[in-house]
């Protein structure tokens, strides 16, 4: 059986765990916290959840990443204290009960940052005089979330200052020209904790300029039914080693913008159809800024996808109102971009861009091996690679026009013609701080994207660690860090335990989804047994979606989640949760049920 669904907010995971009247009007709603490695907080959890006479019940002990979570005395809030090694995104549930015994449970999302104090770091830039120069004093500081909320307004040489409301710094020498100078200002930044650093900016004035200014030129995009945009802005400027330094947060209609290693990924306006602008500064290798103007054109989706779904296939633009069942068949799309795994190029190999590559080991006189990678084309056969003795070589992957190999911990993409190294992009991270830990590289391609995950450990105290990079929309030669996972695996065995298993991966409208699977033991039977989808947030609060995912389909620029029916095991109650269809709303990330399937018909959608 199968029904039509309703509409999920992204901030609200429910579960009902009583059948109570009164357990009818408690609602829970997820919270999101953050603290720094190892440091406790306390998180009214109650704050946001609807009912009468609340109070917390019961509490995961221990968290997704081995956290320790405690109920305060007047059971209204809780403590949740980080492992010493853990950062990222952490993760629990409690229970809570109203005056009339009825319950019902949330999640609490915890980011946790590494302790250090946000560390300032001096700039040095040139000016004219007469000259006003926009300077982005936070690029080389480093912390969470910074923001400039002070500067001296008149430096120490004549020059005036101003803060302007987003931020940006602004620096102007007012006096007569009188030769070479200097000058300096102060300015004090704090983080999202609301700690403080301050630093000092340089300014070396001349009479003239040293070299043509950069120059800017105004960018066109496009951004096709409501999607996001990647704008290579810088590639109409003209100067020596241009780098972004800032972006209007918020465009001229309401959309967004991000920097993302020298492009600017723009996220339109909700429901808007038009043109939307922006404006975004740069600089040269001098330390001389320039500005320009980015008019984005944006279109909203007005072709309608075909899902197939518990035996029925729904066509829909992806709102509830507008989903009915169809006798069209389904269509769902490839990916955009070619992506393999290492596992593809098992066997022989396997074809980029026309190109095959493969491995070949071989033994030596000497009673070691010969590891090569070779590239064939229409039968020429080129080396690639070779490595000799103890040293490993294997394929990781392949993104687009690239293939991906790694010599030991380090890590090569090859074009056809040329090759790349790109270990920078993974060294400072992938390693444990022990010295004598190494780690592995291998490509998981899911979603139109390769992820690159690196594995590390050591032989000493049982340690692991997990970092994961993306590479897509085009960037072949790009990996975006998405995060790391460290643990200690007696934790996970000792006796009361979380583990949490990664089923699969999906990238999509600039985001990263990621499926998984918890279990939760005290020791002798499992309390906690469930599946959920998350997804990384990069605007909006996470989507969370419970439920096995059988499918992640793209059609028509649309991103649908389907779920199997399964038996819910939480705090040691079983019970049937049915298989369901979704929709993620590409104007605001959030998650629309479209469909149910009900009974045993939900096993296998």
Known sequence: MHSLGKYLLPALCITALASSPAAAVTMGSMDLAATTIGEPVSIDVLSNDTGVGLIIK?????????????????EKSLTYTPHPSYTGHDEFWYVLENSFGGTTAAKVIVHVVDNEWPEANGDVIRATYGESVNIP??????????????????????????????????????????????????????DKWGRKNAAKVTIHLSEENRGGWPVAREDKAVSKNGLRVMIPVLDNDTGNDLTLKSTNEWTQNGGKTLIEKGFIRYMPPADFTGTDAFWYVFEDSQGRTNSAKVEVEVTQ?????????????YQTDG??????????????????????SRTDFTNGGAIVDGRRYYREVLAIESGGYSDKIWMDIDGVKTKIAEVSENVSIYPVGAFNKHFYYSIGDNLYAHDGAVTTELTHFIEDVAGLSDEASSYSIIGEAYGGALYIRTISGTSGPQVAKNSYWRISDGLDLELSYIGSKTSAYTDIFSPDYVNRVVRDKFYFNGLDYASYSVTASDGEVVTTSTFELTQQYLDNTPVTIEGLVSRLIESNDRFFVITNGRHDTRDGSVSWVNGKLYAIDNSNDSAVELATCTGTDSLFN
Request: net charge negative; glycine share 10%; with cysteine.
């Open 137 to 190: 004093v936070l690029a080389n500081d480093t912390g969470v979330e910074l923001k400039v909320v002070n500067v001296n307004e008149g430096s120490i040489n004549q020059g005036q200052v101003v803060l302007g409301e987003n931020g940006l710094v602004t620096y102007q020498q007012v006096g007569e020209p009188r030769g070479d100078q200097t000058d300096e200002f102060w300015y004090v930044f704090e």
């Open 319 to 340: 709102t509830l109102e507008n989903t009915v069942s169809t006798s069209l068949p389904a269509a769902p799309v490839g990916p955009k971009y070619l992506a393999l």
């Open 301 to 313: 989706n007005t072709e309608l996808s075909v899902v197939r779904f518990c035996g029925v296939n």
């Open 58 to 74: 019961s509490v995961n002990e221990s968290s997704v990443g081995w956290g320790k979570v405690s109920i305060s005395e007047d």
